[in-house]
């Protein structure tokens, strides 16, 4: 036994708790080492007495919704073994003349944006050619297909400037 995990061989399970520094959210994930991937995780909140559990994390999701606002839609995600509510966001901003355009994501694979705005441009006649930041809320990284039409849904209401209705729920995987 040998390297910089050599700890992590002489146990079955090891235990991580994520933190995102922008969410009071700690995700706690789980990595097994044998007999098979253990894909679960627990959602806790940081407060002021230590962690509390998130029994519902879809619920707290839903109450981090700005009704009025453009450029969000809710999705439904599994991630760790569970399949929850997430809010995709994302924000359309103008180019300079002189400025190249930009695509930064948080909580979502960059390469799976860069494919839903080709299909976007594609088969909506729907163009990006500004700055585009897509942001999955909870601090989460998530990378389940299944939330490709929430994030789509996101940048149209965005780059449209349309708020989402707050009853609507997009799961799709776009290829």
């Known amino acids: 036994l040998a390297g910089p995990k050599k700890l992590e061989h002489f146990v079955d399970v090891v235990c991580e708790f994520d933190a995102d520094r922008t969410t009071d959210w700690r995700v706690l994930?789980?990595?097994?080492?044998?007999?098979g991937a253990t894909p679960r995780m627990g959602i806790f909140k940081?407060?002021?007495?230590?962690?509390?559990?998130v029994g519902n994390p879809?619920?707290?999701?839903?109450?981090?919704i700005d009704e009025d606002l453009a450029?969000?839609?809710?999705?439904?995600?599994n991630h760790g073994g569970r399949s929850w509510i997430v809010q995709a966001q994302a924000l359309v901003s103008e180019c300079g003349e002189d400025?190249?355009?930009r695509l930064v994501c948080t909580g979502c694979s960059q390469r799976r944006v860069q494919q839903i705005v080709a299909v976007l441009a594609a088969r909506c006649d729907v163009t990006v050619h500004d700055h585009l930041y897509v942001n999955v809320v909870c601090g989460l990284d998530v990378a389940d297909p299944g939330l490709d039409l929430a994030i789509a849904g996101?940048?149209?209401s965005a780059k449209l400037d349309v708020a989402m209705?707050?009853?609507?729920?997009?799961?799709?995987e776009i290829g």
């Open 58 to 64: 879809s619920e707290a999701m839903l109450e981090t």
């Open 99 to 101: 400025e190249k355009a």
């Open 29 to 35: 994930r789980t990595l097994k080492n044998r007999s």
């Open 71 to 77: 450029g969000w839609a809710l999705g439904v995600a």
């Open 154 to 156: 996101a940048i149209m």
């Open 165 to 172: 209705l707050t009853d609507t729920c997009l799961v799709g």
């Open 46 to 53: 940081m407060t002021g007495t230590g962690l509390v559990g």
